[in-house]
């Protein structure tokens, strides 16, 4: 009899296993353009539940809260899917520091925000137009403004420990000029009010990196 019993029992938790992640997808795509089309405050739990066919305690139970649902929108928009693989272990995280030439190594990383900006960047927008004004929108642009300094630290340290970094540049330097470049107000100065392309405005970016770091 166990034989038949543990078969079923892994078939079902499979079952909800995979209903739990279709659920999941569906709460963010709903809570994505519903965080766009209307901006944060107005977008409600209730709302983004009706649109992804689920319940209003499913959204809660998945995410806690409103501000949990807009940081895992960007969580998804920054790497471009659910998985729970850490960014420093990413594939391109792991090519990047692997290339030898630091050259290319900065013109691939703003390649690299030239493709993942576009999907990021109006998220991180609707979090800082609504950060004045309410306290998990305000908690979660501080914690996303932690995420991104802690994550240029990193590639400073590895400029820095790979000798690439030019004389006289230090890596708190480096730290910061690589953290203002990838920030979402400098997308949104070039792309959105002066109208440069994606590609333009990742080529810029590296550009500027190179004449300032190496």
């Given at each position: 009899?166990?034989?038949?019993?543990?078969?079923?029992?892994?078939?079902?938790?499979?079952?909800?296993?995979e209903q739990a992640a279709q659920n999941r997808m569906?709460?963010?795509?709903?809570?994505?353009?519903r965080f766009l089309a209307l901006g944060y405050g107005p977008t409600t739990m209730a709302t983004v539940a009706a649109d992804a066919g689920v319940s209003v305690e499913t959204v809660y139970k998945a995410?806690?809260?409103?501000?949990?649902?807009?940081?895992?929108?960007?969580?998804?928009?920054?790497?471009?899917d659910d998985e729970p693989v850490p960014l420093m272990e990413r594939e391109f995280v792991q090519r990047n520091r692997a290339?030898?030439?630091?050259?290319?190594?900065?013109?691939?990383?703003?390649?690299?925000?030239?493709?993942?900006?576009?999907?990021?960047?109006?998220?991180?927008?609707?979090?800082?137009?609504?950060?004045?004004?309410?306290?998990?929108?305000?908690?979660?642009?501080?914690?996303?403004?932690?995420?991104?300094?802690?994550?240029?630290?990193?590639?400073?340290?590895h400029l820095d420990e790979s000798g690439h970094l030019r004389r006289g540049v230090t890596r708190a330097q480096a730290r910061d000029v690589l953290w203002v470049h990838n920030s979402v107000e400098l997308w949104d100065l070039l792309v959105n009010q002066r109208n440069w392309s994606n590609a333009r405005?990742?080529?810029?970016?590296?550009?500027?990196?190179?004449?300032a770091l190496l």
């Open positions: 009899m166990s034989a038949d019993v543990n078969p079923r029992r892994t078939y079902d938790a499979s079952r909800r296993r569906a709460i963010l795509d709903a809570a994505r353009d995410f806690g809260n409103k501000a949990g649902l807009v940081k895992a929108v960007f969580d998804v928009a920054i790497v471009g290339e030898p030439d630091p050259r290319k190594k900065l013109q691939a990383y703003g390649a690299h925000l030239a493709r993942t900006i576009p999907r990021a960047g109006p998220v991180q927008l609707v979090v800082r137009a609504a950060a004045a004004g309410d306290a998990g929108a305000a908690e979660v642009w501080e914690q996303l403004q932690r995420e991104r300094l802690t994550g240029m630290s990193a590639f400073a340290q405005y990742g080529t810029w970016v590296g550009e500027q990196l190179v004449a």
